[in-house]
């Protein structure tokens, strides 16, 4: 279970996460993209943990569509849109409750990942963030069915983002910058999928 | 008369697609919302937003962007500004703006502006 205060928690150290991998991040849309992803998610979760305070002792619903808005307003590039409808939509499926179960946790996942599909109409395959997001929610929805608790369950889809994260190497874009260089993309991760992965690996941290 | 937002990654772009219209339509209601507030290229939701407040003057606003973020930041504007009629516009940008700003400025609707833009999609430069 996961109340507001640990959930907060949570989103603090994504977000330190993501300002110490920004130039990593950076690194690998320089490679394929138009190398601002790391500064963008920098800039977007920095404003997000200065609005942290003030949502911090709101429901859950209500700290997500927070956190959302704050990257809409200030990621400046696709991942502004795409994490900011993702939470957001998440948000609305946590609306009014202030602990997360590991049932809700897969709602919201869910809603998130329609929302990412719904924002950049794409689908699994085309190297984006939704090929490590998708198996990642696939993976943790059959470890709760299998039986597995929240921490196990997490594991499992941390390690499906990674495997999709790898396999975003061996395929062409077909969405976004990187579909200008068809083949040329070939052989590069995807920096979306990477950051995802990131998120999803603090989250399990928490745990 | 309808008004128009430009929207790009790049300020200067947009700044420059919105004097090509203005060359055509002087009087038009025409914004440029292009770069991040610290002036570096990226799509900004808050300054989309503000130009398309600032240029509807009750009569709808019609908007053409380039790529990815402009165009996902922008279906973002349309929805947080559900109460005005903001319409999301596909053409070229440079030939998009100037027959909008011209027909915008000519007192064509927001349908009608629509409307022209699809015709004119399959207009080749090089005939």
Known sequence: MIDNKKFVAI??????????EKDFLTE?????GDGDHGINLARGFAAVEKKLPELA???????????GMALVSNVGGASGPLYGTAYMKAGAALKGKTEMTPEDFAAAFDAAIGGVQMRGKAHEGEKTMLDAQMPACKAYKEALAAGKDMKAAVH??????????????TILATKGRASYLGERSIGHQDPGAT????????????? | MVGIVIVSHSQ???EGVVE???????????????GLEDGTAGTSFDRI????????????????????????????????????????????????????????????????????IHEARDVKKLA
């Open chain 2, 20 to 34: 090509i219209a203005k060359m055509m339509a002087p009087e038009a209601r025409i914004a440029a919302a292009g």
């Open chain 2, 12 to 14: 200067r772009l947009a």
């Open chain 1, 57 to 67: 002792e709101k429901d859950l619903g209500a700290i997500l569509k927070g956190i």
């Open chain 1, 28 to 32: 690998l849309d320089n490679a394929i």
């Open chain 1, 156 to 169: 499992e889809a941390v390690e499906a983002a990674r495997k999709g994260v790898e396999y975003t190497k």
């Open chain 1, 195 to 207: 950051s995802s992965l990131m998120i999803l690996e603090e989250f399990e941290k928490a745990l």
């Open chain 1, 11 to 20: 989103v603090q150290a994504t977000a330190k996460r993501i300002e110490d």
């Open chain 2, 49 to 116: 937003l503000a130009a398309c407040e600032a240029v509807d003057a009750g009569d709808g606003v019609a908007v053409l962007m380039d790529m990815g973020s402009a165009v996902m930041t922008t279906e973002m504007v349309v929805e947080a500004l559900e109460d005005h009629a903001v319409r999301m516009l596909d053409a070229p940008l440079v030939e998009g703006a100037v027959l909008a700003a011209v027909e915008a400025q000519a007192g064509t609707s927001l349908d009608g502006i629509e409307a022209k």
